[in-house]
């Protein structure tokens, strides 16, 4: 065991703050990792703050963090898919048991005995898992990916969380060319979801919010942007959508998205509002529409959508921040007002 610098909360009330956690020395299948960038996902938010207490409640301290990028500084002796100096990838995933049906299936999400990369038992050391706010991390090597060597490192690191949770359901309901696919909100994940929907080659509407972002929705790739509170907006697309994902980390009317679906149109969630939605039956029964959900991806999908965005140049917009600023940019995150994605500069971390 040695010790890593890290931001841990101490409770949901209490800010982000320097401290020292413990990780584990290398067993033989493992890689150890210097973490350039993390970045801030809205579920670090939701886990900081215990919102999803009734789901999977928060132990304390969190080291949140599940978008990493770094270099690998050491490799185990049975290791073979890494070397030292590769830069690697992890995401929400540290382990699972590679045997069950899941496994099999390359799903390792839905593993029942899979760990999180942070706030889930931690069979080494006991206690939780500690996540990407640190110096280093310790993974078994099935869990780190190969990050492609063209792309931007701070704008890598939201593809491991926002990039694969929209690869995966936007590949799954066969979004393409000929197809209208709509993004529900532009924010980490959003934003992803529309450059990713593009290269695939559908047509994309977004649906937001903050007028303010609408510039941006089209320079991101989006064909045509609604301002989701404008009912007339809203109306001239009813019953035409093939796709939908819904990003919304809050409450919002569902109903509303379901009414422009086209016969057997799909709405996948993929935002986790701690509250449940309402949903009307007429909203589904009318035209056999579709709600489903969706959870980040399996290893094997994961490294298909990074080599996917090193072919189309295809990164995150993202304001990187040393992690000094953190508890400041939480405060944004949760007004929806980030740009699109916060990349921790994990070099800030040497000056505490
Ligand atoms: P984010 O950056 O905060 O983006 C969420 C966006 O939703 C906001 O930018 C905003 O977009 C819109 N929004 C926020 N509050 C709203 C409200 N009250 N009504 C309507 N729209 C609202 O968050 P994120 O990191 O993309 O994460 C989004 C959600 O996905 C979170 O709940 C997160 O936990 C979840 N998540 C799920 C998975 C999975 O595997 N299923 C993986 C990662 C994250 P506009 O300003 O454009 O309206
Ligand atoms: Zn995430």
């Excluded at 801030?40 to 703050?49: G, M, N, Q």
């Excluded at 189309?312 to 007002?337: C, F, G």
Aim: proline share 5%.
């Amino acid at each position: 065991m040695y010790q890593s610098k890290a931001y841990s909360a101490a409770s949901k009330t209490s800010p982000l703050a320097a401290s020292t956690i413990p990780r584990r020395d290398l067993t033989d299948r493992d890689v150890r990792i210097e973490i350039l960038f993390c970045g801030i996902c809205h579920s670090d938010l939701h886990a900081v703050r215990d919102e999803w207490n009734e789901f999977m409640p928060t132990v304390y301290p969190i080291v949140p963090g599940h978008e990493i990028v770094g270099r690998v500084t050491e490799v185990g002796s049975a290791v073979t898919k890494h070397k030292p100096g590769d830069l690697v990838g992890v995401g929400c995933l540290v382990d699972a048991d590679l045997t069950c049906n899941e496994c099999h299936a390359d799903l390792e999400q839905f593993c029942p005995n899979r760990i999180l990369t942070y706030n889930d038992p931690d069979k080494h050391l006991g206690g939780v898992t500690y996540g990407g706010y640190a110096e280093s991390v310790v993974v078994d090597e099935h869990f780190a990916l190969r990050v492609p060597p063209n792309l931007d490192l701070p704008g890598v690191a939201p593809l491991l969380c926002a990039g694969i949770t929209t690869y995966s359901p936007l590949r799954y309901w066969g979004v393409t060319k000929g197809k209208k696919a709509g993004v529900v909100g532009l924010g980490g994940l959003g934003h992803v979801g529309v450059k990713i929907a593009h290269a695939l080659g559908a047509h994309v509407v977004v649906f937001t919010t903050s007028p303010g972002k609408k510039e941006d929705a089209l320079r991101l790739g989006a064909d045509e942007v609604v301002v989701s509170r404008n009912s007339d907006e809203m109306e001239k697309h009813a019953g035409s959508f093939d796709f939908i994902i819904d990003t919304v980390s809050a409450q919002h009317d569902i109903n509303s998205y379901l009414s422009l679906l086209a016969r057997d149109g799909n709405i996948t969630l993929v935002g986790a509002p701690p509250q449940p939605l309402d949903v009307k039956a007429f909203s589904l029964i009318g035209g056999r529409h579709k709600l489903s959900g969706s959870a980040i991806g399996g290893l094997r999908e994961t490294q298909e959508m990074l080599d996917f965005c090193g072919e189309h140049n295809l990164t995150a917009d993202v304001e990187v921040i040393p992690i000094q600023k953190v508890n400041e940019a939480y405060e944004r995150l949760a007004k929806s007002d980030v740009k699109y994605r916060f990349s921790i500069d994990m070099a800030s971390l040497r000056d505490e």
